[in-house]
């Protein structure tokens, strides 16, 4: 048993612990090529979509030329830039005036092809579905270069939470809907059952990358926290019991910048308490 004197390093260890995961956080975010580095996107329509600076381009990108050229999209998903005036973009290390422009891939299994405009901006294609849209990223865009921080609850030992896990023994799915309208069904593992103020919950997650993805809301959502959802990880259940640290929930890229398209917390995880930990709202960038 931990003595009187012991609780308050404890909890100060804790602390701490939890400090440098946010640094590391923010770190990532701020790294190359990150979220904060998008400037520009929009879902292409069959055949020619402009792209320039130019107020009358179908995608205005910033600091581009005035009018770059086309994005053509083909009837079976391909993509093909084709730029006008004898403007030239950086493909692989060539000066090009046409590329095909490669997505990642249904599952992720390549890098899009980079057409760039500059030495840091550059565009790319992305695919979800059927969907195809335009990703443009500038490394020396302000929201890297001046990132604002991130504000957060104060550190609440109460609730990093023990919880039961509870797997399932046949197949389940949960429906999940992102922020522009479509729906995937994502197989789930288990579900994590907790109790606060002697109330019951329960969160269903994903699994990603080896640990277990909860995409979340609480009654705080819309007004101090993120209205769509925020994201918590956790590690695998052990001996039948998970550690939820709430105080390491945050907020999607989408809350910080329009240029993601990001998941909404699904009817079996919005939570009916507030959950008064990890990330608040994001104010930057006219938020």
């Given amino acids: 048993m931990a003595t009187l004197s012991s609780v308050p390093a404890q909890q100060a260890g804790y602390a701490a612990q939890v ?5 590391e956080r923010v770190t990532k975010l701020k790294q190359a090529d990150g979220y904060l580095t998008l400037i520009a996107s929009g879902w292409l329509e069959p055949g020619d979509n402009t792209v320039g600076a130019a107020a009358d381009n179908r995608f205005q990108v910033p600091g581009a030329v005035e009018h770059l050229g086309v994005l053509h999209l083909n009837d079976d998903g391909s993509v093909e830039l084709r730029t006008a005036g004898g403007v030239s973009v950086t ?9 095909s422009m490669l997505t990642q891939g249904a599952h992720g299994e390549r890098k899009p092809t980079r057409a760039y405009l500059g030495a840091e901006r550059y565009l790319y294609v992305v695919e979800s579905g059927k969907q195809r849209g335009l990703r443009v990223k500038d490394n020396a865009a302000p929201l890297r270069t001046d990132f604002p921080g991130i504000p957060y609850f104060p550190i609440d030992p ?4 023990e919880a039961q896990w509870q797997a399932f023994t046949t197949p389940h799915t949960l429906r999940i809907a992102n922020v522009v309208g479509t729906e995937t069904d994502e197989s789930v593992p288990g579900q994590a059952v907790f109790e606060r103020n002697g109330q019951r919950y329960t969160l269903t997650p994903m699994e990603e990358d080896g640990r277990l993805f909860f995409v979340f809301s ?45 998941p909404l917390a699904p009817p079996e995880n919005r939570l009916q308490l507030e959950v008064t930990a990890g990330e608040k709202k994001f104010q930057g960038a006219g938020h």
Avoid: M
């Fill in 19 to 23: 400090e440098q995961a946010r640094v």
């Fill in 91 to 99: 493909v692989d290390g060539k000066p090009v005036t046409h590329a």
């Fill in 158 to 161: 109460s609730w990093k939470i």
């Fill in 218 to 262: 609480d009654r705080t959502a819309g007004k101090l926290t993120y209205g769509g959802a925020r994201f918590l990880y956790a590690d695998k259940a052990k001996d039948g019991k998970l550690v939820l640290d709430f105080n390491l929930a945050e907020y999607p890229p989408c809350a910080i910048t329009p240029h993601v398209v990001c």
